[in-house]
């Protein structure tokens, strides 16, 4: 974490404090169902306006955000606000009112059991709960099937269990193609050495192989390490600038980082009869004129917090919100694939996924009959 980060979040919480003891005790004066909503409301409204000073405040007073991590340090900031401080009013006002207002108080500790319940999901449950998406795309370009595997989003920090569950899972849904999409790495600075060699070693060891090779694409937290060395002796095909290559029954395009967030980005396809396939870290790309039959992203994590009705909360990038995860019919009649990827957000965001669980695609292409 950096050092700026820390320094907010400790006078940031430090103000929420006085804001929880204001509220709590005005509810302590008043003992009444109104007194409880209407510090509520006056909770939410400070809470509303310390994160904005925090994060969008005055350079001169507040310098622990620069621009370029408020996006982070917003959701940062509202989590505390929730989770934290959410937790400590209601079990307060529950126990303030117990007497004076039971139906009130009732609702209180129902609302700290739904934050308590939340928690636990978003922090501990989802973000280890792996799902399994098959898809069947069918084309009359192909000659023949092929299974491909994306892995988008690896984001460890470690290679512990879960990881490891991953790798294990992968292999033995037996792909003929494994398209890597990037972020592979996101540990804290001082830990970057030991997990870059522990994720390198659990390569090695499960095995990253297919019939039809691996392809990986650069992310962007890659620039923060030396990512092409992670695949070191193994049969990985790491690219640096757009290639295309040919892959069995298809054409497979991989696409630059840079190239891969460039929304006015023009890509032909070779043959017209083939099946192109086009791979990317962002899906920016897709905005471009892309002349494919699947295009291919993550980056996303899916909005890594979703919400019914709403769908993601942001999807990191210049798509619709729409377009962060799943399968998007495109104007030009290609489809986008969005996977919400295998890890989370980590360094200065908190480590949480709601309504959102990591996810491994498997897709299988089929010939359809012409």
């Known amino acids: 974490m950096h050092p700026w980060a820390v320094d907010g979040v400790i006078p940031f919480n430090l103000l929420m404090a006085c804001v929880d003891a204001a509220g709590l005790y005005y509810v302590y004066r008043s003992r009444t169902a109104a007194a409880w909503w209407k510090a509520g409301i006056f909770a939410t409204a400070a809470s509303f306006l310390l994160v904005s000073l925090f994060t969008f405040g005055p350079w001169f007073l507040f310098r622990m955000y620069p621009a370029g991590y408020r996006h982070f340090a917003v959701i940062r900031l509202v989590t505390y606000v929730i989770f934290l401080h959410g937790t400590i009013c209601t079990v307060g006002g529950a126990w ?109 060891e499960i095995g990253l192989d297919a019939p039809e090779g691996v392809f990986a694409v650069e992310g962007n937290v890659d620039r923060m390490c030396p990512w092409r060395s992670l695949f070191a002796g193994l049969p990985v095909v790491a690219l640096g600038p757009t290639h295309t290559f040919t892959v069995g029954p298809l054409d497979l395009t991989c696409l630059s980082m840079r190239d891969s967030f460039n929304h006015d980005l ?89 309504l959102c669980r990591p996810q491994l695609i498997l897709i299988d292409l089929v010939p359809k009959e012409r």
């Not at 905005?287 to 019914?308: F, S, Y």
């Open 96 to 204: 303030l009112l117990r007497k004076a207002a039971t139906k009130t108080a009732v609702l209180s500790a129902l609302a700290t059991l739904g934050l308590i319940l939340m928690a636990i999901d978003a922090f501990w449950i989802e973000p280890f709960w792996l799902e399994v998406t098959h898809l069947r795309i069918e084309s009359a370009k192909l000659d023949r099937p092929l299974r491909v595997a994306v892995v988008a989003d690896y984001q460890a920090e470690e290679a512990g269990a879960y990881e490891r569950s991953v790798l294990e899972r992968l292999r033995a849904e037996r792909p003929d193609l494994i398209l890597l999409a990037g972020d592979y790495l996101h540990p804290e600075p001082e830990r970057a050495r030991e997990a870059f060699a522990q994720t390198s070693a659990l390569f090695k």
């Open 266 to 354: 023009r890509i032909a396809r070779k043959n017209p009869d083939r099946f192109h396939l086009v791979l990317g870290h962002s899906p920016d790309f897709a905005r471009g004129k892309i002349d494919a039959d699947l295009l291919v992203a993550g980056h996303t994590h899916g909005g890594q917090v979703r919400l019914p009705w709403i769908g993601a909360l942001s999807s990191g990038c210049t798509v619709p919100r729409a377009w962060a995860a799943g399968v998007t019919k495109l104007p030009s009649g290609a489809k986008l694939l969005v996977s919400r990827g295998i890890g989370m957000e980590r360094g200065d965001a908190p480590r949480l996924r709601f």
